[in-house]
């Protein structure tokens, strides 16, 4: 899969895939996109409601992430532990991971004004996969190399980030069994959210027993999802 660097209207890069012809990011910005859509509408109003249960190293909380990518979702979530006590177990599940040719080249860092956090960039990239490794006190991560298809959920999750490729680029990862399975591994209380609001996505979230809700959206779209386990 050829992958290239591209500059989204926010400054900061996504890849391009040109063979599907996709984006791994919103042109309209991809620091701004990850963070409205998974940072603001998901990790911050889960840690509010449930601030008795992961503050104060009562966690930790886990996420599950569908796409590790580019790792900007990773390192935004890490940033935001710094910012508290809450700790936090981070699942990645990828079946192509991007090359550290590319990451080093990627301007998060920079934009993001955390230099002095270039290292656990570079570590989410290069740490090895299978394992879980604690980038700090508060933060590990466990990446999956496989597809969701095959990969074995085997822990439950308060959070999941599904930052898959878009319905029209990969209707597979967007179907029933998808999302029943999902469905089936988060803690009752606990959420998805996704950047994709089209009716069909919303539809099959609620078959499985999600409670959805829609969301202002980042810049460039119009709605967003949270949906949610009662």
């Given amino acids: 899969m050829l992958r290239t660097i591209i500059k989204t209207a ?14 791994y990011h919103s042109i309209h910005g991809a620091i701004q996109e990850s963070k409205h859509v998974f940072i603001d509408a998901g990790l911050k109003p889960f840690v509010i409601c449930s601030s008795d249960l992961y503050r104060g190293g009562k966690g930790p909380l ?5 796409g590790l990518g580019t790792g900007l979702n ?8 710094q910012k508290s006590d809450i700790k936090i177990h981070y699942t990645a599940i990828e079946a192509y991971p991007v090359s550290g040719d ?26 090895e996969w299978g394992i879980p490794v604690a980038l ?11 597809t969701l298809q095959e990969a074995v959920l085997e822990n439950s999750y308060h959070l999941i980030y599904f930052d898959a490729f878009g319905p029209g680029v990969q209707p597979e990862m967007w179907t029933e069994e998808i999302f029943a399975k999902l469905f089936a591994s988060v803690e009752s209380g606990g959420c998805l ?13 609620k078959r499985v027993g999600f409670t959805v809700e829609s969301l202002p959206g980042p810049p460039g779209k119009r709605e967003m999802v949270r949906a949610r386990k009662n």
């Fill in 62 to 66: 886990a996420i599950l992430e569908i």
């Fill in 102 to 127: 590319l990451t080093d080249q990627l301007n998060y860092v920079e934009l993001l004004n955390a230099q002095v956090l270039q290292p656990v960039y570079t570590t989410i990239h290069a740490c």
């Fill in 193 to 205: 959210v996704t950047y994709c609001a089209k009716g069909e996505v919303k539809r099959t979230l």
């Fill in 74 to 81: 990773a390192m935004l979530t890490y940033i935001e532990t």
């Fill in 10 to 23: 926010d400054g900061s890069h996504s890849l391009f895939v040109e063979e599907l012809n996709e984006h």
């Fill in 136 to 146: 700090s006190n508060q933060f590990t991560i466990l990446k999956i190399k496989n």
